[in-house]
């Protein structure tokens, strides 16, 4: 069963800008840390933004000013709007739900999707 649900890749120019979303189960929405993470070509997976339920927020230091992340209670959807893309932004983009409690260790994946920053 698909937990998480992306959207909203594709080919954009320097400058331009992106909005992902992940649609996730309503109780994976309500009590897992969601986050974006990033996979560019040949190189490791890094995280780029996550949310806390109670929509505390934390960036990469490469996107802080660029990339804002964001929760939709009435839609159970995360969003990442990518603003002032790069070239160096170019990667497979995952959405990540983390649940740590106690002894308890859970999380998700997206299925990823591509972002390509290039003119």
């Known amino acids: 069963q698909v937990q998480l649900v992306e959207s909203g890749g594709g080919l954009v120019q320097p400058g331009g800008s992106l909005r992902l979303s992940c649609a996730a189960s309503?109780?994976?929405?309500?009590?897992?840390?969601m986050g974006w993470y990033r996979q560019p070509l040949g190189k490791e997976r890094e995280l780029v933004a996550s949310i806390t339920t109670r929509d505390v927020t934390n960036y990469a230091d490469s996107v802080k000013g660029r990339f804002t992340i964001s929760r939709d209670k009435s839609k159970n959807t995360v969003y990442l709007q990518m603003n002032s893309l790069k070239p160096e932004d170019t990667a497979v983009y995952y959405c990540n739900a983390e649940l740590h409690v106690g002894t308890y260790d859970n999380e998700y994946w997206g299925q990823g999707t591509q972002v390509t920053v290039s003119s």
């Open positions: 309503k109780v994976i929405f309500s009590i897992y840390f």
